[in-house]
């Protein structure tokens, strides 16, 4: 069964700094692309980063561009986002997603983690 | 940026069909999927590659896409479709993945 199950959310202060992880189970995770989604509270789903298959090509939102990093660990199956110099405009839920091969959709989903940015 | 429109809300009574659409600049190029979002969970892909279904989604769920507008139509809609719906594709000319504002859901 392939899980995807995301951990690092909490509060922070504005300026500071969060790491997210997405552990993965169930599937090769070296054979998958995969993505960051955020959601703030009550609002729409917002892509936020990719990262290929052995982490040698990211993509960015130009919203987090910069601030953000995305990186994968293919050998303890995990993903990352590295999220600095935060704002309360990055306050949202923070999902991490499978992307299905060849088409650009997300075929599995994390629960999600909280990440609010706030003095 | 690439720019995806849905209606805020669509309202169908039980057993009627519901259709949501997503506009886009010859979206019809595109390949098109859509997400089904309950109130609390993480979203559920329910059509991908404009029309087809991951195993174990409903065949009432079928989409179409053409010109500058893709549907997604629920048929025989039942109390547990009510859900937010968003569409989405890949902006080949930016590489960004890019997401409709979404569409409520509301079975009467």
């Known amino acids: ?119 | 940026s690439y720019v995806l429109t849905q209606p805020p809300s669509v309202s169908v009574a039980p057993g009627q069909t519901a259709r949501i659409t997503c506009g886009g600049n010859n979206i019809g190029s595109k390949s098109v999927h859509w997400y089904q979002q309950k109130s609390g969970q993480a979203p559920v892909l329910v059509v991908y590659d404009d029309s087809d279904r991951p195993s174990g989604i409903p065949e009432r769920f079928s989409g179409s896409n053409s010109g500058n507008t893709a549907t997604l139509t629920i048929s025989r809609v039942e109390a547990g479709d009510e859900a937010d719906y968003y569409c989405q594709v890949w902006d080949r000319s930016s590489d960004h993945w890019v997401f409709g504002g979404g569409t409520k859901v509301t079975v009467l």
């Open chain 1, 1 to 119: 069964e392939v899980q995807l199950v995301e951990s690092g959310g909490g509060l922070v202060q504005p300026g500071g700094s969060l790491r997210l992880s997405c552990a993965a189970s169930g599937f090769t995770f070296s054979n998958y692309w995969m993505h960051w989604v955020r959601q703030v509270p009550g609002k729409g789903l917002v892509w936020v980063s990719r990262i290929n298959y052995d982490g040698s090509s990211t993509r960015y939102a130009d919203s987090v561009k910069g601030r953000f990093t995305i990186s994968r660990d293919n050998a303890n199956n995990t993903l990352y986002l590295q999220m600095n110099s935060l704002s309360a405009e990055d306050t949202a839920v923070y999902y991490c997603a499978r992307d299905l091969p060849s088409d650009g959709s997300f075929d599995f989903w994390g629960q999600g983690t909280l990440v609010t940015v706030s003095s």
